[in-house]
C-alpha cells in the first residue's frame, strides 16, 4: 500500500509540474479583451503573446534536454522555475504588446524545464512498457488545467485585473518549487559524461532524430497535436468574437470541451489492455482527419452555428485525447540513453510545430472560423500522411502494451 501511495504521490507531482505551462497559457485566455484594451490593441495581436509562449516552450525543450542529463533532474528544473516566476513579473508590468509578446516568450523558457524534467522522469521512475498509460494518467492531471485555469482567469480579471493572472501564477510555480523539492525524488543522477559543448550536444540531437521510429512518431504527433493548440489560441476569437458569449459562457464552454480531451484520454487507458499504442494512435488520426474537414466544410458553406460547431470541436478534441499520449509514448520507447534529449526533442517538435501552426491566427488577424477550420484540417491530415509514409521506414517497430515493449515486423 505504501508502496502504491508512493508511485501515485510521484505521478501527481509529475502531473502537477507539467500544468505550469497549460496553466500559463490557459488563464489568460479570458482576458484577452482587457488586455487588448488595456494596451491598445486587438485580440489577434495578444494571440501573438500566446504563440510567442509556443515558440519559447519550443526552443527551451532543446535547451534544458542537455541539462537534464548533466545536472540530473532538479537543479536545472529550479532555475526554469525561478526564471518563469521573474518573467511572469516583468508580463504584469507590460505596456505595449511588443512588451507582453516578448516576456511571454521569457516566461515559456522557464516553464518549459517542467514540462521536459516531467517526460523524463517517467522514464526515471517507470518501466518502458507503462510509459503511455503513466502519461494518459499525467494528461488525467493536466486536464485539470482547461477546466480551472479559465474559470480562475475569468474570476481574476473581473474582480483583480489581469495583471493578478501573472501574480496567481508566480504563486503556484512557487509552491511547486517547494512540493518539488520535498516528496519528488532525485530521478536520474547527474552524468559527468554528457557533454554541455556545441557539437556533442547537436550530435546527441542528430541520433534521436536518426531513429526513425522517434521521427515518425514524433511528427505525425505534432501535426496532430497542432489541432488542440491552435483551438486554444483562437478560442478567445471563435467563442467572444465570432459568436458573441460572455466572458463567463467562454470559460464553461472551455472547461466542457476540454472534457473530450480528459475523457478520451483516460479511455486511453483502457484501451491499451486490447490493442497497442499503435492501434490507438492511427485509429484517432482516422477520425480525426474526416472530422476537421466536416467542421470546414460546415464553416465555408455557411452551415455550422455554434451548437455544430462545439459538437465537431468534441469530436476533434476527443481524438486528440488518444492520440497525444500513444504517439510520445511511441516515440520515447526506443531510447534507453539521452532520454533527457529524446524527451526535449519531442517537445520541441510538439510545440515548434504547433506554435508555428497558432501564430498563423494572429497573423492573418482574421476575426472567422475558416483560418481555424483551415489550419486545424491541414495539421490534422499532414500527420496522417507522415504517419502512412514514415512506417514503410521503421523496419521493426517497438510498441507499448500492457505486457511490454514487443518488435513488431513490419
Not at 7 to 24: D, K, V
Not at 124 to 136: G, L, N, R, V, W
Not at 245 to 252: D, E, I
Not at 303 to 326: D, E
Request: aromatic residues 10%; charged residues 10%.
Amino acid at each position: 500500500m505504501a508502496q502504491t501511495q508512493h508511485r501515485n504521490l510521484i505521478i501527481l507531482i509529475l502531473g502537477a509540474l507539467s500544468t505550469i505551462s497549460p496553466f500559463a497559457i490557459d488563464m489568460y485566455l479570458p482576458a484577452f479583451p482587457q488586455i487588448a484594451g488595456a494596451l491598445h490593441t486587438s485580440t489577434a495581436r495578444i494571440s501573438l503573446s500566446l504563440a510567442s509562449y509556443f515558440a519559447g516552450l519550443a526552443a527551451g525543450q532543446l535547451f534544458y534536454g542537455p541539462l537534464l542529463d548533466r545536472f540530473g533532474r532538479k537543479l536545472p528544473l529550479y532555475a526554469g522555475l525561478t526564471l518563469f516566476i521573474a518573467a511572469s513579473v516583468l508580463c504584469l508590468g507590460s505596456r505595449t504588446v511588443e512588451w507582453l509578446i516578448a516576456m511571454r516568450f521569457v516566461q515559456a523558457l522557464g516553464g518549459c524545464a517542467a514540462q521536459v524534467a516531467a517526460m523524463a522522469m517517467v522514464r526515471d521512475f517507470f518501466p518502458a512498457q507503462e510509459t503511455a498509460k503513466i502519461i494518459s494518467l499525467l494528461i488525467l492531471v493536466i486536464s485539470a488545467s482547461p477546466l480551472l485555469a479559465p474559470s480562475v482567469g475569468v474570476f481574476v480579471a473581473v474582480h483583480l485585473g489581469w495583471q493578478w493572472v501573472f501574480i496567481v501564477l508566480s504563486l503556484f510555480v512557487g509552491l511547486m518549487m517547494v512540493v518539488a523539492r520535498v516528496w519528488l525524488p532525485a530521478g536520474h543522477p547527474p552524468d559527468a559524461g554528457v557533454e554541455l559543448r556545441l557539437r556533442p550536444v547537436v550530435r546527441n540531437y542528430l541520433a534521436v532524430l536518426r531513429e526513425p521510429q522517434f521521427l515518425t512518431y514524433a511528427l505525425a504527433g505534432a501535426f496532430a497535436f497542432s489541432g488542440l493548440l491552435v483551438y486554444v489560441a483562437s478560442s478567445p476569437i471563435i467563442f467572444m468574437e465570432v459568436f458573441h458569449v460572455s466572458t463567463q459562457l467562454f470559460g464553461a464552454i472551455f472547461a466542457g470541451l476540454s472534457l473530450a480531451f480528459i475523457g478520451s484520454n483516460q479511455v486511453n487507458v483502457f484501451l491499451l489492455r486490447k490493442y497497442t499504442s499503435e492501434q490507438i494512435f492511427r485509429g484517432a488520426l482516422l477520425v480525426q482527419c474526416p472530422a476537421v474537414m466536416l467542421l470546414l466544410a460546415g464553416i465555408w458553406l455557411g452551415w455550422f452555428g455554434l451548437p455544430a460547431t462545439l459538437v465537431m470541436l468534441f469530436i476533434s478534441l476527443g481524438s486528440l485525447g488518444l492520440t497525444c499520449p500513444n504517439a510520445a509514448a511511441l516515440a520515447l520507447v526506443p531510447f534507453d540513453h539521452n532520454i533527457g534529449s529524446a524527451a526535449a526533442m519531442l517537445g520541441f517538435l510538439q510545440i515548434g510545430v504547433s506554435g508555428l501552426a497558432s501564430a498563423s491566427i494572429g497573423i492573418f488577424n482574421s476575426h472567422t472560423l475558416l483560418p481555424v477550420a483551415l489550419i486545424m484540417a491541414a495539421t490534422s491530415w499532414i500527420g496522417l500522411g507522415i504517419l502512412l509514409v514514415g512506417r514503410r521506414f521503421i523496419p521493426a517497430l517497438r510498441y507499448v502494451e500492457e505486457s511490454g515493449v514487443t518488435p513488431l515486423a513490419h
